[in-house]
């Protein structure tokens, strides 16, 4: 008798056919959207990215970062300078910034992995804070006032406005699809198994052989790379930069906390939620002013008193849903039988 184990569900295969039809629709923007649309549009793919990216790094591997605006403020500034001083078109230079932003996060992980719990946090946000008092220093990019893209620079992209926003949307939506593949084949890999056994019990994952060291610092490298790319993306479409913008704390760390959290923390599903409902909510209560934070606060605050694990966290306990096939399940057994004729 063989035990059959699967992980994919009715709504999990129901669900990649309805993501099937919506990157075509998607993909097909610039065609049928309007400039407006297609710049909204990325700016969500942008937050989405980033918010699957902490979640990677909080929800699984237990790094409560609050600090990550510092490699979205790296990506923006390195690819700025480079764009400006080779010629190299920006949307080429995006893998290097990818690799450049892996490449500084290893000294800086090896300095704030001496910290644990929220003195981690104080330290992600320090070093971020060190960022951006180092962007301030730089006068070849503007010094405190910053820098826009010159416009040989931005004719180098596309020689049309609406070429140059098209191509900058189909890189976000593409930067998007590639950050959540990456996660959800990492956390079915063997890694993700064992990063996850450490979010839940460290001591009983190093009992096991783990190296938890390793395992945190490889998430950690790996999400600051790929936060760097969003970061130089989000600036390309700004044309604009400085350090203020570019190490904003509550754009580029609290609103994808806040994401997160309300979406559901540590689940794939969680920061699609997260994202839709931010969104939802900015852009029918942003001209309230300050009273729009207050609503979001109190959003999160009742969010998190009533469904502790998020938006998703709840569906899932009470109906057992998921859309991303990540948990085994037993499907029936399997008889191998012999006739006798």
Same mark, same amino acid.
């Given at each position: 008798?063989?035990?059959?184990?699967?992980?994919?569900?009715?709504?999990?295969?129901?669900?990649?056919?309805?993501?099937?039809?919506?990157?075509?629709?998607?993909?097909?923007?610039?065609?049928?959207?309007?400039?407006?649309?297609?710049?909204?549009?990325?700016?969500?793919?942008?937050?989405?990215?980033?918010?699957?990216?902490?979640?990677?790094?909080?929800?699984?591997?237990?790094?409560?970062?609050?600090?990550?605006?510092?490699?979205?403020?790296?990506?923006?500034?390195?690819?700025? =300078? !480079?764009?400006?001083?080779?010629? $190299?078109?920006? #949307?080429?230079? %995006?893998? +290097?910034?990818?690799?450049? /932003?892996?490449?500084?996060?290893?000294?800086?992980?090896?300095?704030?992995?001496?910290?644990?719990?929220?003195?981690?946090?104080?330290?992600?946000?320090?070093?971020?804070?060190?960022?951006?008092?180092?962007?301030?220093?730089?006068?070849?990019?503007?010094?405190?006032?910053?820098?826009?893209?010159?416009?040989?620079?931005?004719?180098?992209?596309?020689?049309?406005?609406?070429?140059?926003?098209?191509?900058?949307?189909?890189? =976000? !939506?593409?930067?998007?699809?590639? $950050?959540?593949? #990456?996660?959800? %084949?990492? +956390?079915?890999?063997?890694? /993700?198994?064992?990063?996850?056994?450490?979010?839940?019990?460290?001591?009983?994952?190093?009992?096991?052989?783990?190296?938890?060291?390793?395992?945190?610092?490889?998430?950690?490298?790996?999400?600051?790379?790929?936060?760097?790319?969003?970061?130089?993306?989000?600036?390309?479409?700004?044309?604009?930069?400085?350090?203020?913008?570019?190490?904003?704390?509550?754009?580029?760390?609290?609103?994808?906390?806040?994401?997160?959290?309300?979406?559901?923390?540590?689940?794939?599903?969680?920061?699609?939620?997260?994202? %839709?409902?931010?969104?939802?909510?900015?852009?029918?209560?942003?001209?309230?002013?300050?009273?729009?934070?207050?609503?979001?606060?109190?959003?999160?605050?009742?969010?998190?008193?009533?469904?502790?694990?998020?938006?998703?966290?709840?569906?899932?306990?009470?109906?057992?849903?998921?859309?991303?096939?990540?948990?085994?399940?037993?499907?029936?057994?399997?008889?191998?039988?012999?006739?006798?004729?």
């Amino acid at each position: 008798m063989n035990t059959v184990v699967t992980r994919n569900s009715g709504s999990s295969n129901a669900f990649l056919i309805v993501v099937a039809i919506t990157l075509i629709v998607l993909a097909t923007a610039p065609v049928w959207a309007g400039r407006s649309d297609l710049r909204f549009l990325s700016e969500v793919f942008l937050y989405l990215g980033l918010a699957y990216l902490w979640n990677l790094l909080a929800g699984y591997a237990g790094l409560v970062s609050v600090g990550q605006q510092a490699y979205v403020g790296f990506g923006g500034y390195l690819l700025f =300078a !480079l764009a400006m001083n080779t010629g $190299i078109t920006p #949307l080429a230079l %995006l893998p +290097l910034v990818a690799i450049a /932003g892996m490449l500084i996060a290893v000294p800086v992980a090896a300095l704030i992995f001496r910290l644990h719990g929220a003195y981690f946090a104080i330290g992600t946000w320090v070093v971020a804070e060190v960022f951006r008092l180092s962007a301030a220093q730089m006068t070849s990019l503007g010094g405190g006032s910053g820098t826009s893209l010159p416009v040989s620079v931005v004719k180098s992209i596309a020689s049309s406005r609406s070429g140059r926003e098209s191509l900058s949307y189909w890189a =976000a !939506l593409l930067i998007l699809i590639l $950050i959540i593949c #990456l996660v959800f %084949l990492f +956390l079915r890999s063997r890694t /993700g198994l064992a990063m996850t056994a450490i979010r839940d019990n460290e001591l009983a994952a190093e009992s096991l052989g783990i190296n938890i060291w390793r395992t945190k610092f490889m998430v950690y490298v790996l999400t600051a790379g790929l936060t760097a790319t969003l970061g130089a993306l989000i600036f390309m479409q700004k044309l604009r930069i400085s350090p203020d913008a570019a190490f904003n704390v509550n754009d580029w760390t609290a609103f994808v906390i806040f994401i997160v959290v309300i979406g559901g923390i540590g689940t794939l599903e969680g920061p699609i939620i997260g994202t %839709l409902l931010y969104f939802l909510l900015r852009e029918t209560m942003a001209d309230l002013g300050t009273t729009y934070l207050m609503i979001l606060g109190a959003t999160a605050i009742a969010i998190m008193l009533f469904a502790p694990k998020g938006i998703w966290g709840f569906v899932n306990s009470r109906w057992g849903i998921e859309l991303f096939p990540m948990t085994r399940r037993v499907v029936g057994n399997r008889e191998q039988t012999t006739e006798h004729h």
